[in-house]
């Protein structure tokens, strides 16, 4: 039995959120260039621009909106209008988050971890907690809820959550709202693909391990940086935006009818422990 036809995406509506760079950007990208048709939404409107016309200029069906996942007005009608310009909506990758901030990014550097600070927890402010919670999770929220709408009456849909390998991991305080944004995100994509399956709608979730992306200010594309995480990777080296691709692809596509309510881990082995 040949099955490249189950992975054919020609045609489909896909948005996905924050997706001027990085993880997004590499969704965007591979199911552009499979053939559908692709929104990408973003809080940082140059950035969005300037990759929307990179992408048109090699061929790609590919569009621009600014919105911020925390304003679930601006959110809603710039999924509305793609699904209006598409006349359908497939596929949504709820993918926009960010780091908790200074002392997330230092307890990456490999050294010493888990690295404890001495009253973290104490210092941890509500704008930083909110901050995150808001954008990790809620936005993933208004992003599923705004999809399913145009999902639901066709009877076809995928719902991609990122959430991340730190969800399944416990670290100091340091991390917490992260950690806590990312598992919730697991626990409403379960509840989301409970819900959605009677209509043909799966949700699931990609947890990347560490990838070379712009978040945390980009301090993943130290090269210090990525050869002490790499240390406790199996594989001995950490991930690409590239090394996603075909995972979103096979999530996005009709191959993945039977999957849904899962969460899967891509990460060179982290989870495993180390590889020393
Ligand atoms: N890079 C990793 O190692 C890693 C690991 C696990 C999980 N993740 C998750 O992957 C997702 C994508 O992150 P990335 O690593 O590609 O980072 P990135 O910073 O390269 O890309 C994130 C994009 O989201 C956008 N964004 C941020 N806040 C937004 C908002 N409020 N509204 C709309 N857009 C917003 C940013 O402008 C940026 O373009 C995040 O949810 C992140 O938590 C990343």
Redesign the pocket.
Known sequence: MNVSSRFDVTGFGVVV?????????AYGEVLAAHGARVTL????AE??AAQASRLQGAGLDVRGAT????DHAALDRAIDEAAAIYGRLDVAFA?????SGVGFVGAWAGAERPRVEEGALERYTDERWNRVID??LN?IFATARAAARHMRPRRFGRIIM?????ATTVEPAIGSA?MAA?AGVRHFMHAVALELAAYGITANAI?????????GGGH?HNPDVQAAVAKDIPMHRV?R?DDIKALALFLASPASEYITGQEIVIDGGWGLGGAD
């Open positions: 959120t924050g997706g001027a760079s990085g993880l997004g950007l939404i973003d809080l940082d950035a969005v919105a911020d996942v925390t993918n926009a988050g960010i780091d954008i990790n936005g990122t959430t991340s390998l730190a992260y990312k947890a990347p391990g560490f990838f070379v992306t712009n978040i993943a991930g935006p």
